[in-house]
T-cell receptor, first 115, second 115 residues
């Protein structure tokens, strides 16, 4: 049972454009939603994360929008750069129950930023 | 500060053999989690260790096991290897279950190929 659905599977954006990746979750017990970035040959690296008590979090060019009632969250990359070309994973876990480390990942989005 | 170190980086085994992978967490981190990454199933949680005890476990057969040593280093073992065990095995370290998000820092992984 896939508990976190991610779309699109792949995305091509021009340099300077906005990249948008969407995720939807099923388990209402999830209370921690991180996004990870993975380059080829590397492990995933935490990009930005949000808790459900806020609807938006921004860090530089990266913004998470969170809709608790719809059980959806999305990653927006503003002014996308070729260096942002990577695979992005959304994830979810449960902090309250002490299982924050047990991340449930989406299937990933391969982003390519063209010149 | 050195990152998460996983050894070996690449491994080739044949069906029926067993394999042991090693992970050295970031200095000061006491929690280690293991994930399996495959093109078909994506990133899946295997288990988490803290203070030499398994705290959480994913939905994998008993052929997959792990342990943690007193210095927080961890090993995972897969016995009776199957072709489907071919994957990138990722280790993630975190400070520990403090009640916060317990941010996971991933290593580059061990790529296991089962022939």
């Amino acid at each position: 049972q896939q508990q976190v659905k991610q779309s699109p599977q792949s995305l091509i954006v021009q340099k300077g454009g906005i990249s948008i990746i969407n995720c939807a979750y099923e388990n209402t017990a999830f209370d921690y939603f991180p996004w990870y970035q993975q380059f080829p040959g590397k492990g995933p690296a935490l990009l930005i994360a949000i808790r459900p008590d806020v609807s938006e979090k921004k860090e530089g060019r990266f913004t998470i929008s969170f809709n608790k009632s719809a059980k959806q969250f999305s990653l927006h990359i503003m002014d996308s750069q070729p260096g942002d070309s990577a695979t992005y994973f959304c994830a979810a876990s449960r902090v309250r129950t002490g299982t924050a480390s047990k991340l449930t990942f989406g299937t990933g989005t391969r982003l390519q930023v063209t010149l | 500060k050195a990152g998460v170190t996983q050894t070996p980086r690449y491994l080739i085994k044949t069906r029926g053999q067993q394999v042991t992978l090693s992970c050295s967490p970031i200095s000061g981190h006491r929690s280690v989690s293991w994930y399996q990454q495959t093109p078909g199933q994506g990133l899946q949680f295997l288990f988490e260790y803290f203070s030499e005890t398994q705290r959480n476990k994913g939905n994998f057969p008993g052929r997959f096991s792990g342990r943690q040593f007193s210095n927080s280093r961890s090993e995972m073992n897969v016995s009776t290897l199957e072709l489907g065990d071919s994957a990138l095995y990722l280790c993630a370290s975190s400070p520990g279950p403090t009640g916060a998000e317990n941010i996971q820092y991933f290593g580059a992984g061990t790529r296991l190929s089962v022939l």
